[in-house]
C-alpha cells in the first residue's frame, strides 16, 4: 500500500485552483473537471461529485478538525505576500514556543492552510545568532542530532 495524498472538496473549481496556484504557488498537474490533481499530492474535488461517492451524505466546511500543512524557506516573504492579498486569517503570524514562525488561514472553502517556517531554517536561525547544537536542541525540545542532521551534519 502507498498513500498517494490528500483529497478536499471544493465548492468552485476554478476559484479554488486559482486560490491554490496564487497563494501557495502550486501548479495543475492533471484537470478531469470534477477532480484536479495539483502538484505534491492534492486533490481537489467539486462537492456535487464528492456528495454522490459518499451516498449524498452532508459535506461540511470549516470543521477546524485538520490543516493542509506547508512550509517555506523565505517565511517573511511569504507574510508580505499574503498582507497583499485578501486572506481570511485562522491567526496572524505567530512564533510557537520551539521557534517556528507560522500562519494559518482558510482557503475559499474554509479548509485550514498552516504555512510554516521551514524547520531547517528555524534552525539556522537560531545557531546564526550564536545557539550551540545543545542549545538549540533544548530550546526545540528535539534530539540534538536533529538539530546537527538540519545544520548538515
Do not use: C
Not at 474535488?45 to 449524498?56: G, P, S
Request: net charge negative.
Amino acid at each position: 500500500m502507498q498513500f498517494k495524498g490528500t483529497l478536499i472538496v471544493v465548492t468552485d473549481m476554478e476559484r479554488s485552483k486559482k486560490f491554490y496556484h496564487d497563494v501557495l504557488n502550486m501548479n495543475v498537474v492533471n484537470d478531469f473537471g470534477a477532480n484536479v490533481e495539483l502538484e505534491h499530492g492534492l486533490y481537489l474535488q467539486k462537492n456535487e461529485t464528492w456528495a454522490k461517492f459518499i451516498n449524498d451524505k452532508a459535506v461540511h466546511f470549516q470543521h477546524h478538525a485538520g490543516e493542509l500543512y506547508f512550509e517555506e524557506q523565505d517565511i517573511d516573504s511569504f507574510f508580505r505576500k499574503l498582507e497583499a492579498m485578501e486572506i481570511v486569517y485562522v491567526h496572524q503570524p505567530i512564533e510557537h514556543p520551539w521557534g517556528q514562525r507560522v500562519v494559518r488561514f482558510y482557503d475559499p472553502d474554509q479548509h485550514i492552510i498552516e504555512v510554516g517556517e521551514e524547520i531547517k531554517g528555524v534552525v539556522k536561525r537560531f545557531h546564526n545568532r550564536g545557539m550551540s547544537v545543545e542549545q538549540i536542541a533544548a530550546y526545540m525540545d528535539v534530539p540534538a542530532g536533529y538539530v546537527q542532521d538540519r545544520l548538515g551534519g
